[in-house]
């Protein structure tokens, strides 16, 4: 049986990718920041539909990438599926910033990237398997207040696109899922103003997502055969309007 890699696994659109592939029956070692009750009850709720590790640890330091796929080998033989989805938000204008605050949204969203794609690549390689980064759709049109973030999900696509490149010959396929507005804890500071800006003027379906909507896309791209560094966005058609 298949194996997926995932950080970030425990909450939100993480979580909700777990779920999907184990119903699948794809045995999972999840990744966290803390364990706590709401890690367990997850892990128990899953483990009654597959095989599930779990390791807490933050997901940017590359001891943690590299014992997450050793998990991932040493109980279940294989990696077939990496999906990096841990992240955060990075709030404020450039004059907002310090540089620290600048280097630590690298670090969350795209060395921690780096660090458990060269974990998993010689894995990935022995049968192919596909990765899937977690991008925005603040990476891809200019949003107010949040340089970082916005730098941080516009370098995802490229990188997912060099990566494809360089590791098809060896069954490697990388891309990026977009979410728009989905409804986790990411968003729970939203002012009843600001949602029913996004509701009545942003967002074309004139509804938030949920992260079932984004899992139903990512299974698409982490087990469709012949799609690689494509980036898909799952917005309501926010990122496409004009006006």
Same mark, same amino acid.
């Given at each position: 049986?298949? @194996? +997926?890699?995932?950080?970030?696994?425990? #909450?939100?659109?993480? $979580?909700?990718?777990?779920?999907?592939?184990?119903?699948? !029956?794809? #045995?999972?070692?999840?990744?966290? #920041?803390?364990? =706590?009750?709401?890690?367990?009850?997850?892990?128990?709720?899953?483990?009654?539909?597959?095989?599930? &590790?779990?390791? +807490? =640890?933050?997901?940017?330091?590359?001891?943690?990438?590299?014992?997450?796929? !050793?998990?991932?080998?040493?109980? *279940? =033989?294989?990696?077939?599926?990496?999906?990096?989805?841990?992240?955060?938000?990075?709030?404020? !204008?450039?004059?907002?910033? /310090?540089?620290?605050?600048?280097?630590?949204?690298? &670090?969350?969203?795209?060395?921690?990237?780096?660090?458990? *794609?060269?974990?998993?690549?010689?894995?990935?390689?022995?049968?192919?398997? +596909?990765?899937?980064?977690?991008? /925005?759709?603040?990476? &891809?049109?200019?949003?107010?207040?949040? %340089?970082?973030?916005? /730098?941080? !999900?516009?370098?995802?696509?490229?990188?997912? #696109?060099?990566?494809?490149?360089?590791? +098809?010959?060896?069954?490697?396929? %990388?891309?990026?899922?977009?979410?728009?507005?989905?409804?986790?804890? *990411?968003?729970? $500071?939203?002012?009843?103003?600001?949602?029913?800006?996004?509701?009545?003027?942003?967002?074309?379906?004139?509804?938030?997502?949920?992260?079932?909507?984004?899992?139903? $896309?990512?299974?698409?791209?982490?087990?469709?055969? *012949?799609?690689?560094?494509?980036?898909?966005?799952?917005?309501?058609?926010?990122?496409?309007?004009? @006006?």
């Amino acid at each position: 049986m298949e @194996v +997926a890699v995932i950080t970030g696994g425990t #909450r939100g659109i993480g $979580a909700a990718i777990a779920t999907a592939l184990a119903h699948r !029956k794809v #045995r999972l070692v999840l990744n966290g #920041r803390n364990d =706590g009750d709401e890690v367990r009850n997850l892990v128990s709720e899953l483990s009654v539909l597959t095989d599930v &590790k779990f390791l +807490a =640890g933050d997901a940017s330091d590359q001891s943690i990438a590299n014992a997450l796929i !050793k998990e991932a080998t040493t109980h *279940f =033989g294989r990696v077939d599926y990496v999906v990096p989805a841990a992240g955060g938000p990075n709030p404020g !204008k450039i004059t907002d910033l /310090s540089f620290d605050q600048w280097s630590d949204a690298f &670090k969350v969203h795209v060395h921690s990237v780096f660090h458990l *794609f060269r974990a998993a690549q010689p894995a990935l390689a022995e049968r192919g398997g +596909a990765v899937l980064m977690i991008g /925005s759709v603040a990476g &891809k049109r200019g949003c107010p207040g949040t %340089v970082a973030y916005q /730098s941080v !999900k516009g370098a995802l696509p490229q990188m997912a #696109r060099a990566l494809a490149r360089d590791h +098809a010959h060896e069954g490697i396929r %990388v891309n990026v899922i977009e979410p728009g507005i989905i409804r986790t804890r *990411f968003h729970a $500071a939203m002012t009843q103003e600001a949602e029913r800006n996004n509701l009545d003027n942003r967002i074309p379906l004139h509804r938030f997502g949920t992260p079932e909507n984004v899992a139903s $896309a990512a299974l698409e791209l982490l087990t469709n055969p *012949f799609i690689t560094g494509e980036t898909l966005a799952i917005d309501g058609g926010m990122s496409m309007r004009m @006006v």
